[in-house]
T-cell receptor, first 111, second 115 residues
Framework: TQLLEQSPQFLSIQEGENLTVYCNSSSVFSSLQWYRQEPGEGPVLLVTVVTGGEVKKLKRLTFQFGDARKDSSLHITAAQPGDTGLYLCAGARQGAQKLVFGQGTRLTINP | DVKVTQSSRYLVKRTGEKVFLECVQDMDHENMFWYRQDPGLGLRLIYFSYDVKMKEKGDIPEGYSVSREKKERFSLILESASTNQTSMYLC??????????????FGEGSRLTVL
């Protein structure tokens, strides 16, 4: 059983469309990170959210941490082909010293 | 630019062979990690290290061991490779002691195939 469930696992849309990726759990997390991994590369950190209800923006990407700190979402506005990649959420449960990763969402933006 | 370098991008080994995966970071980070990445399972932690000669088991340590003789180098060892260890292996390092908030810097990965 995956502690962090990401949905959808695969998403293929046209350039210019909007999309949302979800990262859900029944556990409370002290912080949550989002990484993007491009083919042939290691994951790269996009953002860390630490406060319930927190919203962070990175250009066309908007990240939100749920009020109860059990879930997070990533919304992309006007998707570009350069947004193509594997998006991973990773969380740290309170008191734990290890990050737990979701299964990932493989996003393809078609020109 | 920060850098985590994994020695081999692609390896093909036979069942029963001993396999060494090397990782070097140039950021003077205390903490280093080995993950394996499989489709549909995300990243799973194999071992990590908070200091030289120190190691801690992750979630899936069976069949693996590690070595950290120098601060910048963290090696993953498969004593006797098996086909179910065919995977992508990712090394990472971080500065902050608490894994929960530190940014992980990843290498490019080592894709291991065991025949």
């Amino acid at each position: 059983t995956q502690l962090l469930e990401q949905s959808p696992q695969f998403l293929s849309i046209q350039e210019g469309e909007n999309l949302t990726v979800y990262c859900n759990s029944s556990s409370v997390f002290s912080s949550l990170q989002w990484y993007r991994q491009e083919p042939g590369e290691g994951p790269v950190l996009l953002v860390t959210v630490v406060t319930g209800g927190e919203v962070k923006k990175l250009k066309r990407l908007t990240f939100q941490f749920g009020d109860a700190r059990k879930d997070s979402s990533l919304h992309i506005t006007a998707a570009q082909p350069g947004d193509t990649g594997l998006y991973l959420c990773a969380g740290a449960r309170q008191g734990a010293q290890k990050l737990v990763f979701g299964q990932g969402t493989r996003l393809t933006i078609n020109p | 630019d920060v850098k985590v370098t994994q020695s081999s991008r692609y390896l093909v080994k036979r069942t029963g062979e001993k396999v060494f995966l090397e990782c070097v970071q140039d950021m003077d980070h205390e903490n280093m990690f080995w993950y394996r990445q499989d489709p549909g399972l995300g990243l799973r932690l194999i071992y990590f290290s908070y200091d030289v000669k120190m190691k801690e088991k992750g979630d899936i340590p069976e069949g693996y061991s590690v070595s950290r003789e120098k601060k910048e180098r963290f090696s993953l060892i498969l004593e006797s490779a098996s086909t179910n260890q065919t995977s992508m292996y990712l090394c990472a390092s971080s500065l902050i002691i608490s894994h929960s908030r530190g940014e992980l810097f990843f290498g490019e990965g080592s894709r291991l195939t065991v025949l």
